[in-house]
């Protein structure tokens, strides 16, 4: 990837089962708004601009941006990026672009978006794949929050990356949770509960970082 951007982080931020489920019939297996809360505090940050080239990006799967009910898209506050590979049309949507490839939507970025800006991806299960099971991954950082009980039924999963190793050496290493809280620059609850779901908010990062 010949992009500027692709030297600068690019974080994952999912929600998953034990066993790596994400997804239910095109939706969220849970609702959560806490965790919803701490996801649109992290992806806008703390003081979003009024430039939109100055807001943080997040970056989804087409069928992602189809799963967020109109009147919450764009995601507020952030440039709103939408991979789709057959075209969509987002043109009634602001501060929104779609583009055909990861590539392109980062090279957009290169030209387009301060280097101050935080890139998120934010889904689904076939953008996590393709930028996180990569040899190298196209993603360096991962906000993982795990829901530990109950085990949600869900229709999509991930492979589990913290176990990915390369040459025998594991890919990925957990952070602590003050390592987590420097990078977010707020605090918060490692282990969570709300709607008897429990929940604990994690960082992986990958290895050689
Ligand atoms: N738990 C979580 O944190 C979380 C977060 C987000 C989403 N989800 C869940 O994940 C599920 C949706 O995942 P999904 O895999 O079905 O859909 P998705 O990844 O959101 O979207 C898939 C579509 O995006 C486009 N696309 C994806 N990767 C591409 C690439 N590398 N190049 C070009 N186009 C690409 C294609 O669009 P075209 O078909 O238009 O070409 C593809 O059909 C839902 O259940 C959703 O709720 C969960």
């Keep these: 990837m010949s992009s500027s951007f692709s030297n600068q982080s690019i974080t994952a931020i999912v929600a998953a089962t034990e066993s790596m489920g994400i997804g239910l019939n095109g939706g969220l297996p849970w609702k959560l708004p806490g965790e919803m809360k701490y996801f649109a505090r992290v992806t806008t940050g703390e003081n979003p601009s009024s430039n939109p080239n100055e807001q943080n990006v997040v970056m989804m799967g087409r069928k992602t941006w189809e799963s967020i009910p109109e009147k919450f898209r764009p995601l507020k506050n952030r440039k709103n990026l939408v991979i789709s590979g057959k075209g969509i049309d987002v043109a ?21 978006s301060s280097s101050e800006s935080r890139v998120f991806l934010i889904g689904g299960s076939q953008l996590y794949e393709s930028s996180l099971t990569s040899i190298p991954p196209l993603v360096n950082r991962v906000l993982l929050t795990r829901i530990l009980k109950p085990e949600f039924e869900c229709d999509s999963h991930l492979e589990d990356f913290t176990c990915h190793e390369e040459n025998g050496k594991k890919i990925w290493k957990k952070s602590t949770h003050e390592e987590l809280e420097d990078w977010l620059g707020f605090q918060v609850n490692e282990e969570n509960e709300e709607k008897n779901t429990t929940y604990k908010y994690e960082m992986w990062v990958l290895n050689d970082q």
């Design 92 to 112: 009634n949507a602001t501060n929104t672009s779609t583009y055909n490839s990861v590539p392109s939507a980062l090279n957009s970025l290169s030209s387009s």
